[in-house]
């Protein structure tokens, strides 16, 4: 159970201890977590698991640098030790300090803020969550060559004591509620899946058990396994470049994975780069930079009510609000803290910087992000208008490469178009190219009514890795100029589809008569030379 | 973490409380301490420190088994907990039945642990970082990695995994570990950068001065950075990048997995998957793993064999999967927030041969080093099919010599295919969690 008394009192004597031992700013996270992870896989329980924590993570300014130690189940005297050693962690650190660390204006809060929710996922009997998993499991194992059925219930409640040696004391209370199913297909050579509601790691939201009751989870099972049954049969979706259309799910996903971590305005910095958290954007880039076309408007709204992504304040106190990243295509803003909001000279944070835990120091984060909806209807409409293209509605996999630059995604299942008409069903859809032309390619977005909400329980970053839940928010969109299909093909054989920019290139060991690298003869001893 | 006797005592304490009222029991402590300095841009960035424990009760009542952790060690903590897990497991339905407990078992032990490690704080790491930051401020060059000290099963991924177990049927075990750790990328302002990499559970056996200078070395290579152009090349990989482009081959290599089709051991039993040069096995006791000898229900790790010249073998077995199936259990059950409970090939070994990197690069008239990759996704289990970048650290080959660095580039491959195109295995060491050599390939890539 939560002792808040206790855990009030343990962050204050945090913060006074590390301000009493020299800290010029100190800030303790007391946290209490409980989690539900709930499995069920093909007709069996695969896991019932709950996980209680609990503790305290202190973060201090030494000498314009941060130091941060956290403690499980903290004892008066464990959380003294801990602001000491936060305290000396700054110290050893601030040796290599070129510039002081230093932090924007932030006003002290003292306000509570709790997910609204009507019922407590965490109280509802484990039987209850098993019977509907179990029966989607029947249902989807009924049909002929389904060999997995796989569901999901996940439930996270996050109560955290913020207080700040500026004066703030903050009471959270974060609920996030969970599920979802995939159907595995396959005929001996193939393997195929369908999921639902959003993809394979099921659908989060900020909200209570009522989410899982408005899912209509059984109501799918059939219709989502004879997918996945369809899948094996259908054609290999051909390489082509052309008209790409994403359903709001597999919008939703290409934003998150490929746009939403480049306005980390610690990644921009290059704060993250030892773990393969950088962006191509930079700094000097705001405001001028054209991401997209005029149609992109992105926005990253942490207030908003439901939303996986929605507090009341951020990992350093400081409240939610609405960002608005892009605008009419062009970079307009980050997702910004206390810290390196002071760095590029803006006036206030952003208030994004999210940590996993009470063991976490935060970070920049996506909050609850938003392709802002435009004119063009709902996803029939937008196939309507389409006379050549490829449809994917569900995402797959996306990998980003580690600047964000480039991207190569795979979805669950595509639609041939032709003649503004759903034609083949495809399987194995993949499309990849570079971010800016990507966006840029946007040429038509679903309207209001066609807005997806969707939301991830654990997006990854950082090293120890951190997991925060990211909600999204997406409309169907078309794209113009993308490399669809060649999932195996190199990019030579798709036309247009490769952008070597001014470097010299090396051409491959085969196919091309000509080389850029001027020959040399092997020195003598060269095989002896010792490269590593 | 805590010592043996001490953990022994807490679990003796914890399954007296958690078996009251149900058939049978089973009670583990996982995480320990972790210290980490990270920099970039020639600073460094916020250094942590962080001490987690966590007690985990599974009971099970008439077969029926659920788990609970919590990180409150206290009589009273773990009395709500065991309360807590013996009311849940009595309501869930009759279908939910599992396979019960593993009885006691013997371990094939490994020693991993080194006092050393505990001393290795905040100043010590300052000092490694600092050394690096030095090097390569004098240079022109921009630093950025991260020095890890880990004591207990906390892992870098977030998981507290386990170092302690015990049961109501007399299984107890225990595996004290220390995981020291530097990864460290020089980059210049053209963009090029060198990468090494290397971690070890005694502080000795890690050399932050050679693998600085190496990581110097190479971000001086003077050539301009160059692209490539998209098709396939000869690649050396370093061990770093084939420790990566294994990660999938874990999760794919359990009997779940199999079942289900998905893996890509699925209907290729006895056949011919790689080239005959291709011995893959999981292997615990490796020497260079030194992994703990348990699963995370203190099932003995074995020794197995995933491909044997180039033929596939396996898969990896839990008591669950392995009492479904009539196999025998391996060792290789595992809790993952992702995935859940499943089985996974966890300590992956990768035959090698006898050449070293030197050599590799130095047979290579022309072609690349890849040093690390990332951003990887699977996109067909069956196949290993799967892409992602090359990042740091790649260079290309020209008379044997590292003659130019080179812009990161997109690759989709089928890990199977390109396992049947080894040209030349190199000397193994640990990297990305296995033990692998470096290889020399026929690499298809993607442009950048």
Request: charged share 20%.
């Amino acid at each position: 159970m939560f002792n808040h008394p206790l855990a009030l009192e343990q962050a204050y004597n945090a913060v006074e201890e590390a301000i009493r031992l020299g800290a010029s700013y100190a800030d303790a996270r007391y946290e209490y977590h409980q989690r539900e992870d709930v499995v069920t896989r093909n007709g069996t329980l695969s896991q019932a698991n709950v996980t209680q924590t609990r503790g305290i993570g202190i973060r201090v300014l030494v000498r314009g640098a941060w130091g941060f130690v956290a403690a499980s189940e903290p004892t008066r005297h464990d959380v003294a030790v801990a602001a000491k050693r936060a305290v000396d962690l700054a110290r050893a650190s601030a040796v290599l300090q070129e510039r002081p660390i230093q932090l924007v204006e932030q006003a002290p809060q003292r306000a509570l803020f709790r997910t609204p929710i009507k019922r407590d996922p965490l109280a509802v009997p484990l039987e209850d969550k098993l019977q509907i998993l179990l029966s989607v499991d029947d249902k989807l194992r009924q049909v002929d060559q389904i060999v997995l059925a796989e569901g999901r219930f996940f439930a996270h409640r996050r109560r955290k004591i913020f207080v700040s040696s500026e004066g703030s004391e903050l009471d959270q209370e974060l609920v996030y509620t969970g599920a979802g199913y995939l159907a595995g297909a396959s005929d001996g050579n193939d393997f195929q899946i369908r999921s639902y509601p959003f993809w394979t790691e099921g659908q989060v939201l900020g909200r209570g058990w009522e989410m899982v009751a408005e899912l209509n989870l059984m109501d799918h099972a059939e219709r989502v396994a004879h997918e996945a049954v369809e899948l094996l049969k259908a054609p290999v979706c051909p390489a082509q470049k052309g008209t790409l259309i994403l359903g709001n799910a597999a919008a939703a996903a290409q934003l998150h994975a490929n746009v939403s971590h480049l306005f980390e305005l610690d990644r921009v910095l290059g704060q993250q780069a030892s773990e393969n958290g950088r962006s191509f954007l930079s700094a000097d880039k705001l405001g001028t930079f054209q991401l997209g076309s005029n149609l992109l408007q992105v926005v990253a709204d942490a207030r908003e009510q439901g939303g996986a992504g929605s507090f009341g304040f951020d990992d350093e106190g400081v409240e939610a609000q609405r960002l608005e990243l892009v605008s009419d295509g062009r970079l307009t803003g980050y997702l910004s803290g206390r810290d390196t909001a002071q760095e590029v000279g803006l006036e206030r944070s952003g208030g994004a910087f999210r940590a996993s835990s009470y063991a976490h120091v935060p970070t920049a984060r996506p909050t609850n992000l938003m392709l802002v909806p435009g004119q063009s209807g709902d996803l029939d409409a937008l196939v309507a208008d389409t006379k050549s293209g490829i449809l994917i509605d569900t995402p797959r996999a996306i990998s980003v490469d580690a600047s964000g630059q480039t991207f190569f995604a795979v979805g669950e299942r595509a639609f041939e178009i032709k003649d503004g008409r759903r034609a083949r069903l495809l399987k194995n859809p993949t499309y990849h190219g570079s971010t800016t032309s990507f966006w840029q390619g946007l040429d038509a977005l679903g309207g209001p009514t066609s807005l997806g909400h969707f939301g991830l329980s654990r997006s990854k970053k950082g090293r120890p890795a951190q997991y925060v839940p990211v909600g999204l928010h997406a409309v169907p969109a078309r794209f113009q100029g993308v490399a669809i299909g060649a999932q195996l093909e190199p990019l030579d054989r798709v036309a247009g589809a490769t952008d070597s920019g001014n470097l010299p290139t090396l051409p491959p060991r085969r196919g091309s008569k000509k080389s850029s690298v001027p020959k040399k003869k092997p020195k003598k001893g060269a095989r002896k030379r010792d490269t590593k | 973490m805590r010592a043996k006797e001490e953990a022994f005592r807490i679990l003796e304490a914890a399954l007296s409380v958690a078996s009251s009222g149900v058939d049978e029991a089973e009670v583990c402590l996982g995480g320990g301490d972790l210290a980490v300095t990270t920099f970039a841009n020639n600073v460094v960035q916020p250094s942590q420190e962080h001490s987690f424990e966590i007690l985990t009760v599974r009971v099970g009542s008439k077969g029926r088994m659920v788990r609970l952790s919590t990180t409150d060690l206290s009589s009273q903590g773990l009395r709500e907990v065991a309360t807590q897990a013996r009311n849940r497991a009595e309501h869930l339905p009759e279908r939910a039945r599992g396979v019960g407990l593993p009885e006691p078992q013997s371990y094939v032990q490994t020693d991993a642990y080194d006092p050393e490690a505990e001393l290795f704080r905040a100043l010590e790491r300052t000092a490694v970082a600092g050394r690096a930051i030095i090097a390569a401020h004098q240079q022109g060059l921009t630093a950025c990695g991260q020095i890890a000290v880990r004591r207990g099963s906390l892992g870098l991924d977030g998981s507290p995994g386990i170092y302690a177990i015990a049961n109501t049927r007399g299984l107890l075990a225990y595996h004290p570990e220390t995981r020291v750790g530097l990864r460290l990328a020089l980059r210049n302002k053209s963009g090029a950068s060198s990468w090494v990499e290397d971690e070890s559970f005694a502080v000795s056996a890690l050399e932050p001065e050679a693998m600085t200078k190496t990581a110097l070395r190479r971000a001086l290579i003077p050539g301009e950075l160059r692209r490539l152009e998209a098709g396939r090349h000869t690649a050396v990989l370093e061990a770093a990048a084939v420790g990566a482009l294994l990660g999938p081959v874990s999760l794919n290599a359990g009997a779940t997995a199999y079942a289900a089709g998905r893996s890509f051991l699925s209907g290729r039993m006895g056949q011919a998957i790689t080239g005959r040069n291709i011995n893959l096995h999981d292997d615990h006791s490796h020497p260079l793993h030194r992994g703990r000898p348990f699963d995370f229900e203190g099932v003995a790790k074995k020794r197995v064999t995933l491909i044997e010249g180039g033929v596939a073998r396996g898969p990896v077995h839990s008591l669950e999967s392995a009492v479904r199936t009539g196999a025998h259990a391996t060792g290789h059950r595992i809790w993952d927030p992702e995935v859940g409970e499943t089985e996974s090939a966890t300590h992956l070994v990768m035959d090698g041969g006898s050449a070293t990197l030197s050599d590799l690069v130095g047979s290579t008239g022309r072609g690349l080093l890849i040093g690390r990759i990332g951003a990887l996704e699977l996109i067909d289990p069956r196949q290993l099919l799967m892409t992602g970048t090359t990042q740091e650290g790649c260079f290309v080959i020209d008379g044997g010599e590292l003659v130019a660095p080179l812009a990161p580039t997109r690759f989709a491959f089928s890990l199977l295919e390109l396992l049947g195109k080894v040209e030349a295995l190199g000397n193994v060491s640990w990297a990305n969690g296995a033990v692998v050599p470096s290889l020399k390939v026929e690499l298809p890539l993607f442009a950048a």
